[in-house]
């Protein structure tokens, strides 16, 4: 997430697809929290605000710091939060930011896993987080009301995209693309339940939550699947081929259309059912946890 130069998101775009997936996945997270109304929260990875509004409501005797790196996202944020004077926008990454008082919860959804180093971000966010106040009662693990600082999170889980991501390498070494790739890592973590589970557990959280849960997502016709694909899954690809090649930018644009066309093109060969065709193969991984 970046400004408008090479590498930023399309924010407009995304605030639109992005109630199709994103913004339903988040507000089933926020149902798992009892919520007092006072908290202070920081939506990390805010995006475009979508969800920054749903926690302002929650919270409407607390605050709200929405956090995320990209310029654009930052403006779609603002312009979609601006009547809320519990939310205050921060451009920042989410891993160094710094606020002026500690939180009780740090939300997030569906960004985490752009993060290579989640024990350096766990960390921080503990550093972050107020100290927990144990409830005593335990007979209901998902019980939130003892207050205390809390990790809310979802985001791509091991597994994740796995069909879908598939595809994609296959194309990056076609002949048209292998060159734009020589030096291609892919830039998200999807990381494992155990491994998650172990991270925060020798950082010192307890009343760890670590779960997987697969989510695919049908879409209703190529037209959407391939706006969702092109603004969300395949933007990192697309992003790569423009690397380097500022002179071009013809060029460039129409190998991005190919690359799309091939990809939309194998997804619909390789749809056994027509009524599942457009589907993304989605693994969330859910995180809650609080700090000692």
């Not at 475009?48 to 944020?77: C, E, H, P, W």
């Not at 796995?162 to 020589?182: G, N, R």
Request: charged share 25%; hydrophobic share 35%.
């Amino acid at each position: 997430m970046r400004n408008m130069n090479k590498g930023s998101w399309d924010a407009r775009t995304y605030d639109q697809v992005s109630r199709l997936v994103q913004y339903k996945w988040g507000k089933q997270v926020l149902e798992l929290r009892k919520w007092r109304g006072n908290e202070i929260v920081m939506d990390a990875g805010c995006g475009s605000g979508l969800l920054t509004k749903q926690l302002a409501k929650k919270v409407t005797r607390g605050k709200v710091y929405a956090v995320d790196i990209d310029f654009n996202m930052i403006k779609q944020a603002k312009n979609n939060l601006k009547f809320l004077d519990n939310v205050e926008i921060m451009q920042s990454s989410f891993t160094n930011i710094k606020l002026p008082r500690k939180i009780d919860v740090i939300f997030s959804n569906s960004a985490f896993h752009w993060i290579q180093d989640h024990r350096k971000a766990f960390q921080n966010f503990w550093k972050m987080l107020k100290l927990m106040s144990i409830s005593n009662d335990n007979s209901n693990s998902n019980n939130y009301t003892a207050g205390g600082g809390q990790l809310l999170i979802q985001c791509g889980g091991h597994g994740n995209l796995q069909q879908t991501i598939t595809i994609l390498e296959q194309i990056i070494h076609l002949a048209q693309f292998k060159e734009h790739f020589t030096d291609w890592k892919q830039p998200w973590y999807f990381a494992k339940t155990e491994d998650t589970n172990k991270l925060l557990q020798e950082i010192g959280y307890v009343n760890t939550r670590v779960y997987l849960s697969s989510d695919s997502i049908i879409f209703p016709n190529r037209q959407i699947y391939s706006k969702f694909v092109k603004t969300v899954v395949m933007k990192p690809y697309l992003d790569h081929i423009s690397q380097g090649n500022d002179s071009d930018n013809d060029r460039i644009d129409k190998l991005k259309a190919l690359f799309l066309k091939l990809f939309l093109d194998e997804v619909k060969k390789c749809g056994n059912k027509s009524n599942s065709r457009w589907f993304l193969d989605f693994v969330r991984l859910n995180i809650s946890a609080h700090r000692r």
